[in-house]
């Protein structure tokens, strides 16, 4: 029981650091592209928001800031974490999933959106926004921008459009390990995988990522977005194994839903 600990994560965090990475939220990098190496923390706050709180504290006691996409559900929806968490200078975001909850209708989605941005704009000034993959939904919650602008909403990012993959690694830990995208429904970047893959970029483990970091010459170093859901990162023996348990079950069920809609 090492990895997806938050000992883990903070080991992470102090490797990056040392090696010289600038730490920017989605935010500021929309606004100003910022000089390499830098690191983008995102954390998609599914579940268990209170895992969130704990990595904020994290990332705020080594002077960082990260990104924290809170959905509409009352296992992410919880107001005194989202302040706590703004209150420690990160910034916060909208998790969005409306078209899965309007089954979609778009009109419905659009409608659902606005009103739950203004919600969490009384916690935070929100200017960027992210969708949840909801992999068992036929929806893709980035099909309402097909009709729909939220720029209009004075959105100025969004990851999945707005992130220059192409000089940035993209790193998440969905399917509970960094190389999941295989299993992964909607959260990959799939354009920019085979560069990766030829450059090595594909990594398992996180003690794999900072051995990579910790060798690496500085002007070698790729930028990156970690993506990361911080319900997965626990140092309660209990939690992590029933985490580890139920992830390998849902990536059994990915699978088959991967393969059904090819």
Known sequence: MRDFTRTQYREL????????????????YCQAKPQSPYVILRHDVDLK????????????????????YFRVVPESNQPTIIRQIADLGHEIGYHYEDMAIAKGDAEKAFAHFQQWLTYFRQFYPVQTICMH??????????????????????????????????????????????????????????????????RGWVFHHTDDIIRFIQTQPQQQLPNIMFTTHPQRWTNSPIAWWRELILQNIKNIIKRILINRRK
Not at 49 to 68: D, K, P, V
């Open 133 to 198: 993959g909801a992999p068992t939904s036929q929806y893709d919650g980035r099909d309402l921008w097909k009709q729909y602008n939220y720029r209009d909403l004075d959105i100025i990012g969004e990851p999945y459009f707005d992130a220059d993959f192409a000089q940035m690694l993209y790193l998440t830990d969905t399917g509970r390990c960094w190389d999941g995208y295989k299993v992964s429904v909607r959260d990959k970047i799939p354009v920019h995988q085979d560069e990766w893959t030829r």
């Open 49 to 68: 928001a209170i895992n969130s709180l704990r990595t904020a504290q994290i990332e705020a006691e080594l002077g960082l800031t990260a990104s924290y």
């Open 13 to 28: 965090l102090v490797t990056l650091k040392a090696a010289g990475y600038r730490f920017v939220t989605f935010g500021e």
